[in-house]
């Protein structure tokens, strides 16, 4: 069965510093997708960044990267120059390659950027 | 501006009383769902349908019913017969079969028990 797995239930990082949010996954599907999205505490769900399990390279959107290990099932979001406004819930998930596009959620880790 | 529009943003209901969540998505996408979020914990599916009158089981689906008559609009109905009620109820559409699309959320409607 597919499965998500994110250990930090929370962090903290600095403003401005970098911060690596872990998630790992298993799956026997070759083909898959995985999704990191922010929940700010008003509770909607906001789309980052996506990785596909043939995509040669990491996945970047601006201040978000992630960082793809697929022999380590590892998928971990990294934030540069983190910012007050980063401080939100962060949950990876992962599709598989059917028709059905449902996704599985992790359980988050909550990310504080402090001043 | 395209998006998903859920409602009411609060919802309270009484024992034994049935109540309805509305979705509705003007992104014209075929695929629809209704995931359940309680504190602390990730998202859970209830239902979901991938086409107009057709919906299929998520992983809770006791106590919730749903229906999909239009292509915009996917209801959940959240039963007596659901016990634990109180939760984040996150509705969520998508094109189907595209593995690098995104699911795009609605706001969410909070649901208690009075």
């Known amino acids: 069965a597919q499965k998500i797995t994110q250990t930090q239930p929370g962090m903290f990082v600095q403003e401005k510093e970098a911060v690596t949010l872990d998630c790992t996954y298993d799956?026997?599907?070759?083909?898959?997708?995985l999704f990191w999205y922010k929940q700010p505490s008003s509770g909607e769900m906001i789309f980052l960044i996506y990785?596909?399990?043939?995509?040669?390279q990491n996945a970047t959107e601006g201040r978000y990267s992630l960082n793809f290990q697929k022999a380590r099932k590892s998928a971990n979001l990294v934030i540069s120059a983190s910012q007050l406004g980063d401080s939100a819930m962060y949950f990876c998930?992962?599709?598989?390659?059917?028709?059905?596009?449902?996704?599985?959620f992790g359980t988050g880790t909550l990310l504080a950027v402090q001043p | 501006d395209g998006g998903i529009t859920q409602s009411p943003k609060y919802l309270f209901r009484k024992e034994g009383q049935n109540v309805t969540l509305s979705c509705e998505q003007n992104?014209?996408?075929?695929?629809m769902y209704w995931y359940r979020q309680d504190p602390g914990q990730g998202l859970r599916l209830i239902y979901y349908?991938?086409?107009?009158?057709?919906?299929q089981k998520g992983d809770i689906a006791e106590g919730y019913s749903v229906s999909r008559e239009k292509k915009e609009s996917f209801p959940l109905t959240v039963t007596s017969a659901q016990k634990n009620p109180t939760a984040f109820y996150l509705c969520?559409?998508?094109?189907?079969?595209?593995?690098?699309?995104?699911?795009?959320f609605g706001d969410g409607t909070r649901l208690s028990i009075l």
């Open positions: 998930a992962m599709r598989d390659g059917g028709a059905t596009n449902k996704l599985i």
């Open positions: 349908s991938q086409i107009v009158n057709d919906f």
């Open positions: 969520a559409s998508s094109t189907p079969g595209r593995l690098y699309q995104p699911q795009h």
């Open positions: 799956t026997s599907d070759p083909s898959y997708g």
């Open positions: 990785q596909g399990s043939y995509d040669q």
């Open positions: 992104l014209n996408h075929d695929a």
